[in-house]
Nanobody, 116 residues
């Protein structure tokens, strides 16, 4: 499974961005997809995940501001980020997990910078 993110960039505080991730390769093996992020000097942390059936999980700090969605027909997952804060500045990684034996796959990451 290969994952490619897009949509990162520079945005002012209070603004919005939409990240996209497209999967290729053994896509029929994918169950959950999602987003993680890594802030400077910290470990990678959960942002949100979504199953193939649409069940979502969010990190508490993102609830109400971030929305994850998925297009199963086109093997895509999205992250709509609203009311962005400077502390949301991070590299955002797309993630996928397979059915059965739960292998993890990661995208290369996309930088999101929230700054005035």
């Amino acid at each position: 499974v290969q994952l490619v993110e897009s949509g990162g960039g520079l945005v002012q505080p209070g603004g919005s961005l939409r990240l996209s991730c497209v999967a290729s390769g053994s896509v029929l093996s994918i169950n959950r997809m999602g987003w993680y992020r890594q802030l400077p000097g910290t470990e990678r942390e959960l942002v949100a995940t979504i199953t193939s059936g649409g069940t979502t999980v969010y990190a508490d700090s993102m609830k109400g501001r971030f929305t994850i969605s998925r297009d199963n027909a086109n093997y895509r997952v999205y992250l709509q980020m609203d009311r962005l804060k400077t502390e949301d500045t991070a590299v955002y990684y797309c993630w996928a997990e397979t059915f059965g034996v739960k292998y993890d796959f990661w995208g290369q990451g996309t930088q999101v910078t929230v700054s005035s």
